[in-house]
């Protein structure tokens, strides 16, 4: 039964702990593992008390555990487990889909849900998949210990210097785009021995995964658990890379694992700033919901891009935010306006606000208008590729996204001047760029 290519890499073995009250459940389960090479099972007990007391002594690499036990049940089981044996990646069973048992299980530590009876092949895939996921983290965790608290804190602070610039981008309107513009300005951040990371806190619905064609072994929800004990190298593990060298953190897998993250509304805040300084720009993703999480962010960052679009519903809710800030005491340069999908048609042009207008509104001045062009955009998703990577980028909007990271570049590095594809002719008497008038 065994199947080439399904196996753990280099003849690894996955250890395996099954805690279940049911004997017979836990002995067909066994024989079932008996059939893959790289599984052995090193442990069989039948209370959660027990399943503590043995993920402790063996240290096993997974652990199936049953919900619903006598003495002490998987929930507080797979607390205590999480605690005392991290380096371990419980994999919670039950005969009820319930979603609350599994936003409890995703609380608790559990890396994975599963439904009795489950089948052979689903059984083998998610022993696998989870163990694959957990090992960058588990070895992480073997080398804190290892170390020691004076070297584990040194790691935590850090070995690098840089500004750490956290740009949050924001926006209280869904569909402004915020997603094409932070993959853009990450991207456009980009220069030669300058580091930027990009993170989708998106909690629910993130899409930066989807613009970049990336899928992540390990999101968001890995490192909110660990907050206090956070070290570069922990973080280095979870991040990925994109093939244009961009660094990626991505928010959670599904929608229901938001919640673990939003348990500590502060943590993803609370994580950049204690991983800034290895980085020169951290560029963030948002939703449009103006939560607690989202709150912390714009708290911690240097810099909010707010953009609005040029329609009545998308003014009104930006005056809201901005007065908002105002309330918190943000200095009027901590957030810099942008207008996004602008029609350069001339039909839709009738049915759109102009910037004057937005800005006469607002108070506020909109530094760089982008316009409307979904093909472009799209055609950029499809390949999985930030829009301003294409060559030609005198066109419209890669221009613009390009004039935006060149902007925030300018303000936070304190370059001296912009793009020189940028000439006076494009800049107001205030100096701002007038895109596309």
Do not use: W
């Not at 065994?2 to 279940?20: F, H, K, S, Y």
């Not at 472009?376 to 390009?402: F, N």
Request: charged share 25%.
């Amino acid at each position: 039964m065994n199947r080439p290519g399904a196996q753990a890499q280099d003849g690894e073995i996955i250890t395996i702990l099954l805690v279940d009250d049911i004997p017979e459940t836990r002995e067909n389960i066994k024989k079932l593992l008996a059939f893959e090479a790289d599984f052995k099972v090193v442990g069989s007990v039948g209370t959660g008390r027990e399943g503590v007391d043995m993920a402790k002594q063996e240290k096993p690499n997974i652990i199936i555990m049953d919900i619903n036990m006598p003495d002490m049940d998987g929930i507080q089981a797979t607390t205590l487990i999480t605690e005392a044996v991290p380096t371990a990646a419980v994999i919670m069973m039950s005969v009820q889909n319930d979603p609350d048992y599994l936003r409890r299980a995703m609380l608790a530590g559990a890396r994975n849900f599963l439904t009795k009876p489950v089948l052979p092949d689903e059984l083998y895939s998610t022993i696998r998949t989870v163990h694959t996921r957990n090992k960058p983290l588990a070895a992480q965790y073997r080398q804190i210990q290892e170390a020691g608290p004076m070297e584990t804190r040194a790691k935590a602070e850090g070995t690098e210097n840089r500004p750490g610039h956290i740009i949050v981008v924001y926006s209280p309107q869904g569909g402004a785009g915020c997603t094409t513009v932070a993959t853009n300005l990450a991207s456009g951040l980009m220069k030669e021995g300058i580091r930027v990371l990009l993170v989708d806190s998106d909690l629910q619905f993130g899409d930066v995964g989807l613009y970049l064609n990336i899928q992540a072994q390990s999101t968001l929800v890995d490192l909110v658990g660990n907050v206090e004990d956070l070290d570069t190298e922990l973080f280095d593990n979870i991040v990925i890379t994109h093939d244009s060298g961009l660094k990626v953190l991505l928010g959670p897998a599904r929608p229901e694992y938001a919640e673990v993250v939003q348990q500590n509304p502060s943590s993803v805040a609370q994580i950049l700033e204690k991983i800034s300084g290895n980085y020169d720009f951290i560029v963030v993703d948002t939703s449009h919901t103006l939560d607690e999480t989202t709150l912390a962010l714009m708290d911690v960052a240097t810099k909010i891009l707010l953009i609005t679009t040029p329609t009545l519903a998308a003014a009104k809710n930006t005056r809201f935010v901005m007065e908002l800030f105002d309330k918190l005491n943000y200095p009027p340069d901590k957030s810099v306006l942008i207008m996004n999908r602008v029609p350069h048609d001339r039909n839709q042009k009738r049915f759109a606000i102009s910037s004057e207008q937005i800005e006469k509104f607002l108070k506020r001045p909109v530094e760089i208008e982008i316009p409307l062009d979904d093909v472009t955009i799209l055609s950029a998703v499809h390949k999985g590729v930030p829009v301003i990577a294409q060559r030609d980028r005198s066109k419209s909007p890669i221009k613009e996204l390009v004039a935006l990271a060149d902007l925030f570049y300018t303000k936070l590095a304190g370059e001296e001047e912009y793009d020189d594809e940028f000439n006076d002719d494009q800049r107001n008497k205030t100096g701002r760029l007038r895109l596309n008038r």
